[in-house]
């Protein structure tokens, strides 16, 4: 089980918005630590998408933003593309267990 | 540009240890914090720990504590991560991955390719 809690799955259709949540506690995202996140396609290796909780990386489309708020963070994708279709996973400091935790992941269907 | 090449992948009988190597390029080697993270079949992604390449200090997540290890040569620019013990639950591809150097708790923004570790009698 996961210290950072994700939905397993989300869906939606082409062009619409999806928002994946991202919830934690108060020894991880609820401490101040900052949270980034990771899409992740089979076979590939992870991308770093959104970091330091709503900046992304050059090169990441505008669709994607990211949010922070208390204990929890999100990730927001607008206008659906069949190639957003992939994993997706928030990563965040945990001050109780030292180390760096994932959230379980999310696997987003394009419909 | 940066790249993170890994080996090749491993089948292992249960109590073997593995070692994995990790060549980077592309970047001044001791200058980022080194990941590990592994991802078993259907599971997540699961932080291992990491290793500093420039004085070889190391941080481990407490689930490997005594059966990992990170090391380091820096002349060849490589890092190191060996498991020990293994477990038919280690099967997974094993990923390093570097941190955006600076203070703080910084993203990964380069990963290697990902080396598959089977577990297998």
């Known amino acids: 089980q996961s210290v950072l809690t994700q939905p397993p799955s989300v869906s939606g259709a082409p062009g619409q918005r999806v928002t994946i949540s991202c919830t934690g506690s108060?020894?991880?995202?609820?401490?101040?630590?900052?949270v980034h996140w990771y899409q992740h396609l089979p076979g590939t290796a992870p991308k770093l998408l959104i970091y330091?909780?709503?900046n992304r990386p050059s090169g990441v489309p505008d669709r994607f933003s990211g949010s922070k708020s208390g204990t929890s963070a999100s990730l927001a994708i607008t206008g659906l593309q069949a190639e957003d279709e992939a994993h997706y996973y928030c990563q965040s400091y945990d001050t109780s267990l030292s180390g760096w935790v994932f959230g379980g992941g999310t696997k987003l269907t394009v419909l | 540009q940066v790249q993170l090449v890994q080996s090749g992948v491993e089948v292992k009988k249960p109590g073997a240890s593995v070692k994995v190597s990790c060549k980077a390029s592309?970047?001044?080697?001791?200058?980022?914090?080194m990941h590990w993270v592994r991802q078993a079949p259907g599971q997540g992604l699961e932080w291992m720990g990491w290793?500093?390449?420039?004085?070889?200090?190391?941080n481990y997540a407490q689930k490997f504590q005594g059966r990992v290890t990170m090391t380091r040569d820096t002349s060849i620019s490589t890092a190191y991560m060996e498991l020990r013990r293994l477990r038919f639950d280690d099967t997974a591809v094993y990923y390093c991955?570097?941190?955006?150097?600076?203070?703080?708790?910084?993203?990964?923004?380069?990963w290697g390719q990902g080396t598959l570790v089977t577990v297998s009698s």
């Open positions: 108060s020894s991880n995202i609820g401490a101040g630590y900052d």
């Open positions: 330091v909780n709503i």
């Open positions: 592309g970047y001044t080697f001791p200058g980022n914090h």
């Open positions: 290793i500093n390449p420039n004085n070889g200090g190391t």
């Open positions: 991955a570097r941190e955006v150097d600076g203070s703080g708790f910084k993203p990964f923004d380069y």
